[in-house]
């Protein structure tokens, strides 16, 4: 998670009690590593490869972040690539004010999680940045 937000003291403990991770994104380097070390103690990660929470709602390229942890982990890794539709607009989206003022506010907003097929750790971006795209369809 990023920096900014896992530092927020209400959330940190909850997140630490999650096994969630810090990235500061200047200085990726400790998290990276503390990722390598998850996947190769058979941990399943959940990593958010474009970076950065969308600011216009599209779909962002991925970072090359996600390729060196597939590089640098000894373990055989299996990369399952996932979309998250229906959360921009939300009140927690980063969507411009005027965006989120025409969703209705409600707690129960549907939201869709679709799952692709699973790659081996030899995905590289651009397959992965492929098959996430087909899922936002």
């Known amino acids: 998670m990023h920096a900014e937000y896992y530092d927020w003291p209400v959330l940190r403990t909850v997140l630490k009690w ?6 500061q994104p200047t ?9 390598v070390t998850a996947l190769e103690s058979n941990k399943a990660i959940g ?3 474009e970076g950065h929470i969308s600011t216009d709602g599209e779909f962002a390229p991925l970072m090359r972040g996600f390729e060196k942890i597939l590089k640098e982990t000894g373990a055989e890794v299996v990369v399952v690539p996932f979309a998250i539709n229906n959360m921009w607009g939300d009140l927690l989206s980063l969507a411009p004010r005027s965006i989120r003022k025409q969703q209705k506010f409600t707690l129960r907003r549907p939201v869709e999680i679709h799952f692709g097929t699973s790659m081996d750790s030899s995905a590289g ?6 098959a996430i795209s087909q899922m936002l369809k």
């Not at 200085?27 to 990276?32: M, P, Y």
């Not at 971006?125 to 492929?130: F, I, L, T």
């Open 18 to 23: 999650f096994s969630v991770i810090s990235i």
């Open 47 to 49: 990593l958010f490869p």
């Open 27 to 35: 200085s990726s380097r400790g998290a990276i590593r503390n990722i």
């Open 125 to 130: 971006r651009v397959e992965v940045a492929k």
